[in-house]
Every structure is written in C-alpha cells, then in structure tokens.
C-alpha cells in the first residue's frame, strides 16, 4: 500500500517557524515531482511549492523568500521549511507526489492526509 505521511503541523505565532516533512512508503520505483499543498476553510486548495526530481523548485507568490521545499529520495521524504508564517498561512497542508508504484507503473498523483497549521496573529 503507498502512502504519503504529513507531520510536523501545529500552533505556532505569526513571525515563527515550523517544518513539514513528509514520507512516502510503499512499492516506489520512482518520485517525480512532489509538491505541497494547502486549504484553508472555506477555500480551494491551491499550490504551495514544488520540487522536481532534479531538484528544480516553485514557489507560489506568498511562499516566496519564506518557505523552502527540498527533498531526500534515498529517504523518500519531502519537506517544507516554512519560516516568518503568517496567520493567512493557517490551513492543512498536503504533500503531494506523482510517483510510479508496482500497483501503478506509470506517474500517478498521490496525497497525504494532511497536517493542520494554524499561526496565531
């Protein structure tokens, strides 16, 4: 069974910092890109940040100069640094990977549950 597992949500106050990681187990062959995600109430989800499989990154807007995405794929594992947060930061955060698994042998979107973060103002 593939699985993606967030971890490292909670309450923090605005101008603080937190670290999001996220594990992928399972049947892997291969990550491309992974990315996360996030939603806040009454909101779509939108694009946080991106990492491509050679280490390119993307940021939304809001998340530049403050978050940083990188990955280990040796650990299959995904974080996000996330420092001088904002209560507009406040959401669940997904992890996201396109990954190719023995159940599926080609790129196919896989999610996490999700962490709550919610920043205090």
């Known amino acids: 069974q593939i699985q993606l597992v967030e971890s490292g949500g909670g309450l923090v106050q605005a101008g603080g910092s937190l670290t999001l990681s996220c594990v992928a187990s399972?049947?892997?062959?291969?990550?491309?890109?992974m990315s996360w995600f996030r939603q806040a109430p009454g909101k779509q989800r939108e694009l946080v940040a991106t990492?491509?499989?050679?280490?390119?990154?993307n940021y939304t807007d809001s998340a530049k100069g403050r978050f940083t995405i990188s990955r280990d794929d040796a650990k299959k594992t995904l974080w996000l640094q996330m420092n001088s947060l904002k209560p507009e930061d406040t959401a669940v955060y997904f992890c996201?990977?396109?990954?190719?698994?023995?159940?599926?042998?080609?790129?196919?979107?896989?999610w996490g549950q999700g962490t709550q973060v919610t920043v205090s103002s």
């Open positions: 399972g049947r892997i062959f291969r990550i491309d890109d």
């Open positions: 996201n990977a396109a990954m190719h698994t023995a159940k599926r042998p080609f790129s196919y979107d896989y």
């Open positions: 990492i491509t499989a050679t280490d390119k990154t």
